[in-house]
């Protein structure tokens, strides 16, 4: 399995462009976590879909981000406008979780996408 | 904000010592996790104890839960210098939903 797969890997942009990033989780997974991770807060989740459904989305940082998930082999992240505070390395994660009850336990981290935004 | 606080924030060691790191969190949980980080990569999933185990192994790795004191602490033994990297402790909520890092603790190996 090729793991899961972010692009890009990195992305310089300006204030107040639009950013979009990509995930694609492993096959057969059926959540899907983004996190965001900066020296000075650490790893914070942003949202988590199951099942392609938005789950918890009280990590988003403000409505300028929003994210997607419109199939299960595919997720975004978008930001719109930038702004220089939310350059960061952003992560998906997806992990698989048997049935209803059951508990979600490892997640697996793509690459992540570094961000400036300048 | 972030649950799980390791300690210490960094440590710095010579090849073959042992590595302890720890890890605190503050609410119930189902269970935690220990991941590895390194420079530039994504998070790896190492060792899941669960809140009704006290301490579990896996190779190297020793891993201990003190649900009473809401810690945990990760053991490296004969740390190599391929050990260099920063490791997460994740605790997962009673209600089995997400995990809440820690800030990670930046572990050096030294040849």
């Known amino acids: 399995d090729a793991g899961v797969i972010q692009s890009p890997r990195h992305e310089v942009t300006e204030m107040g462009q639009e950013v979009t990033l990509r995930c694609k989780p492993i096959?057969?997974?059926?959540?899907l976590f983004w996190y965001r991770q900066t020296m000075m807060r650490g790893l914070e989740l942003l949202i988590y879909f199951n099942n392609n459904v938005p789950i918890d989305d009280s990590g988003m940082p403000e409505d300028r981000f929003s994210a997607k998930m419109p199939n299960a082999s595919f997720s975004t992240l978008k930001i719109q406008p930038s702004e220089p505070r939310d350059s960061a390395v952003y992560f998906c994660?997806?992990?698989?979780?048997?049935?209803?009850?059951?508990?979600?336990?490892?997640?697996?981290f793509g690459p992540g996408t570094r961000l400036l935004v300048l | 904000s972030q649950q799980g606080e390791e300690d210490p924030q960094a440590l710095s060691i010579q090849e073959g010592e042992n590595a302890t790191m720890n890890c605190s969190y503050k609410t119930s949980i189902n269970n935690l996790q220990w991941y590895r980080q390194n420079s530039g990569r994504g998070l790896v999933h190492l060792i899941l104890?669960?809140?009704?185990?006290r301490e579990k192994h896996s190779g190297r790795l020793r891993v201990t839960l003190d649900t009473s004191k809401k810690s945990s602490s990760l053991l490296i033994t004969a740390s190599r210098a391929a050990d260099t990297a920063s490791y997460f402790c994740?605790?997962?909520?009673?209600?089995?939903?997400?995990?809440?890092f820690g800030k990670g603790t930046m572990l050096l190996v030294s040849p």
């Open positions: 994740a605790s997962m909520n009673s209600g089995y939903s997400t995990l809440t």
């Open positions: 104890i669960r809140s009704n185990e």
């Open positions: 994660a997806s992990s698989f979780v048997p049935g209803q009850g059951a508990t979600r336990e490892t997640q697996y």
């Open positions: 096959s057969g997974h059926n959540s």
